[in-house]
């Protein structure tokens, strides 16, 4: 079965009309790589080249892409009838996008609230939040295919530019009991033997982990398990294990005894790529500003606690 989309016919039919993936792509207002990505997969879904690249003049149907284009025209055609036959309370409204990409804990922590907030408020945008890994919308940010964009990092990345927007604690967590908590007052050496609980290899978010075990001084470690959901970290640190967590997830079982701090590691960033479509510039301002407060409030609540700041066994760093 052909699985073709909608949205690479209109991409693939605006730059036949307009003559070039450059104009296709002012045509539509997206990025003219996002064109040829279109393209490039239309193309491996119908298995077989629709347009030749002719480099300084006007791309041009090969004889199987004049057939697609034809059929291509008919299609969205018929696509455009049968929403204006569809009744009044079903159509779709014309209504701005904003297209807001970001990570689970970043989301379930910070900007659940902020997403509620905005559609209560803006009940005339249509509001699209996608989740996943850093991996996942790297393309889509390069494509402009992503509005805003919120993920976790230590330091620029090589990918795109991007802004800190907050930073949040984070530490080496291990059970009160672990057999190798006084060894470690002893000597902070010890934990380069010990294994970690980390973030799956060669994932964005072990480069980030990793970078900041480097700063604390802690060169060398090896991993017993490799996992990113916060809470199985936790089970897993309070069952014996030894891993990396935020505070605020491990705060009261810190203050119940059950976890120590091992090390403090370095602040965690949470950065911001903003790169609004002209059609959703206001919007997606009002929406940066909101997360901002979030933000902002958060960092707001952890300096107001009466508690003193999360305390190491380790002082000083690794080394």
């Known amino acids: 079965m052909l699985h073709t989309t909608f949205r690479q016919l209109e991409v693939f039919v605006a730059v036949v009309d307009a003559g070039s993936f450059v104009a296709g792509a002012d045509r539509l207002g997206i990025t ?11 193309e491996a879904q119908v298995g077989c080249v629709v347009l030749e690249r002719r480099r300084g003049t006007s791309c041009v149907l090969t004889e199987e892409g004049r057939n697609l284009y034809d059929r291509a025209l008919q299609l969205l055609d018929n696509a455009e009838k049968l929403a204006s036959e569809l009744p009044r309370g079903l159509r779709r409204q014309s209504r701005t996008q904003l297209k807001v990409w970001t990570q689970l804990p970043i989301m379930m922590q910070w900007l659940r609230p902020v997403v ?31 509005d805003i964009a919120y993920f976790l990092g230590h330091g620029e990345t090589a990918e795109f530019a991007s802004e800190v927007v907050h930073t949040e604690p984070h530490g080496i967590f291990a059970p009160a009991d672990h057999p190798s908590v006084l060894e470690f007052q002893k000597n902070p050496e010890a934990l380069r033997d010990l294994p970690l609980i980390l973030p799956k290899r060669n994932s964005h978010f072990f480069r980030v982990i990793d970078k900041c ?26 069952s014996g294990h030894v891993g990396s967590m935020f505070h605020y997830v491990v705060e009261d079982d810190v203050k119940s005894g059950k976890l120590v701090q091992l090390v403090e590691l370095p602040a965690m960033e949470f950065r911001q790529v903003y790169q609004p479509r002209a059609t959703c510039a206001r919007v997606a301002g009002h929406f940066a500003a909101e997360a901002r407060e979030a933000f902002a409030r958060s960092a707001r609540a952890r300096r107001d606690r009466a508690e003193p700041p999360m305390s190491s066994l380790i002082a000083r760093p690794v080394g």
Do not use: K
Not at 120 to 142: A, C, H, K, M, W
Not at 213 to 234: F, K, N, T, W
């Open 116 to 146: 509620v907030e905005f559609m209560r408020g803006n009940p005339d945008v249509e509001l699209g939040v996608e989740l996943g890994s850093f991996e996942t919308v790297v393309q889509q940010i390069r494509d402009r295919e992503v």
């Open 213 to 238: 075990l480097m700063q604390a001084g802690i060169d060398r470690y090896s991993v017993a398990c490799e996992v990113r959901d916060a809470p199985i970290i936790r089970e897993l640190i309070l």
């Open 32 to 42: 003219q790589p996002a064109v040829s990505n279109h393209i490039r997969s239309l």
